[in-house]
Structures are given as structure tokens and as C-alpha cells.
């Protein structure tokens, strides 16, 4: 039997947006103490999110979850206008803690259907990033 070579890439590890992410929560909790509650599950690694939960992170998925006057991040995957709007309304104490290269697209499809564009996306139903994406454009 022949040796087989494993090799790693380099580098290895998360996205800069989602090291941005865990960073801001970090921050956050250092900054406000626990709890911060988090809108999603800003990475999809359960060590990670596993360790910031015994932090003192909240992942809550509506904001009902969320007590008036708390700290809120929404994940690195974004939300929609109306979940912003919602937070806003609501008091919270807010960090974006969005992708910037998610944020661009979110512009983006905006800019679009102001230009009269349909926009169409590809991509899990369900999924916070589609949500968040499509979640810029008008109802309907």
C-alpha cells in the first residue's frame, strides 16, 4: 500500500465577515456583559457558536425573544428591512454585525429594483442569507 499526503490549504478557517462577526459578539459581551442576543446563529460551526452560548450569547431566531432595552447583533449573514425597522421600533441596543460583502449584495438588489429590475435568487428557502437578502425588496 502506497503513502498517501494529506495537505492543508493555507490559509484555513472562516471568511474575514464571519471572524468580523464572532468578533463584534465577543466585543459586544466584554463591552455589555451577558446576555447579547444574537439574530441567528452568526456562524454555521457549533464549537463556535457553542462557545459564545457560554458566553452569555442569545441565538434567537424572532424578536420576540428579545427584552426591551437588550443588546442586539444581527449575524453575519443579514437581515431583512423589516427585522431592522422592527429593532429600531423596539429600542434595542444594535450592532450589524452583517457581512460587508453580504451588505454589498444587499444594496445591490436594491439599487436594482429601484432600477425597475425583477430580482431573482437562487437559493435555500429558508436560508437567513436569502432571507435577509430578498428582505430588501418592497412586500410582494
Not at 39 to 46: A, I
Not at 55 to 69: Q, R, S, T, Y
Not at 91 to 115: M, N, W, Y
Amino acid at each position: 500500500m502506497s503513502d498517501k499526503k494529506i495537505l492543508l490549504a493555507n490559509p484555513r478557517g472562516f471568511c474575514a465577515g464571519v471572524d468580523r462577526a464572532i468578533s463584534i459578539v465577543e466585543r459586544a459581551l466584554e463591552e455589555y456583559g451577558a446576555p447579547i442576543y444574537v439574530r441567528h446563529e452568526v456562524v454555521h460551526n457549533k464549537f463556535v457558536v457553542d462557545n459564545l452560548r457560554n458566553k452569555g450569547a442569545v441565538f434567537i431566531e424572532n424578536l420576540d425573544d428579545v427584552p426591551p432595552d437588550a443588546t442586539l447583533i444581527y449575524s453575519a449573514h443579514g437581515v431583512s428591512q423589516a427585522v431592522q425597522q422592527e429593532a429600531v421600533a423596539r429600542g434595542f441596543r444594535i450592532f450589524d454585525a452583517t457581512c460587508p460583502l453580504v451588505t454589498k449584495v444587499h444594496r445591490q438588489v436594491s439599487r436594482l429594483d429601484e432600477q425597475g429590475y425583477q430580482i431573482i435568487m437562487i437559493g435555500h428557502k429558508g436560508h437567513p442569507e436569502v432571507e435577509g437578502t430578498m428582505g430588501q425588496l418592497p412586500p410582494g
